[in-house]
């Protein structure tokens, strides 16, 4: 059974930083695209960034502005995300998902971890 466990959400001062984990198990996810989403209230739910796990290949949002990254650990089967010079913006719940490497479809969700940036 797939599971995606998210955590590292919370409560942060706007310019704060912190780091989501996601902890990826049952099955090999090496021609994976592991990725992060993010859904604020009363909106659509957006990718953030991803990532390949085999390679390392990345993707990010223009709307990011270069201040997260996106980076796995292959012994831990952790997908991170690293978030800085957070904004009141930026708050919303923040989920992982996984796809195969050559299709669109995202089939693997996990529960989702919420981030609040204060002003």
């Known amino acids: 059974q797939v599971q995606l466990v998210e955590s590292g959400g919370g409560l942060v001062q706007a310019g704060g930083s912190l780091r989501l984990s996601c902890a990826a198990s049952?099955?090999?996810?090496?021609?994976?695209?592991m990725g992060w989403f993010r859904q604020a209230p009363g909106k659509e739910r957006d990718i953030v960034a991803s990532i390949r796990w085999s390679g390392g290949n990345t993707y990010y949002a223009d709307s990011l502005e270069g201040r997260f990254t996106i980076s796995r650990d292959f012994v831990k089967t952790t997908v991170y995300l690293q978030m800085n010079s957070l904004k009141p913006e930026d708050t919303a719940v923040y989920i992982c998902a996984a796809r195969p490497l050559y299709t669109s479809k995202w089939n693997y969700w996990g529960q989702g971890t919420q981030v609040t940036v204060s002003s």
């Open positions: 049952g099955r090999t996810f090496s021609t994976y695209v």
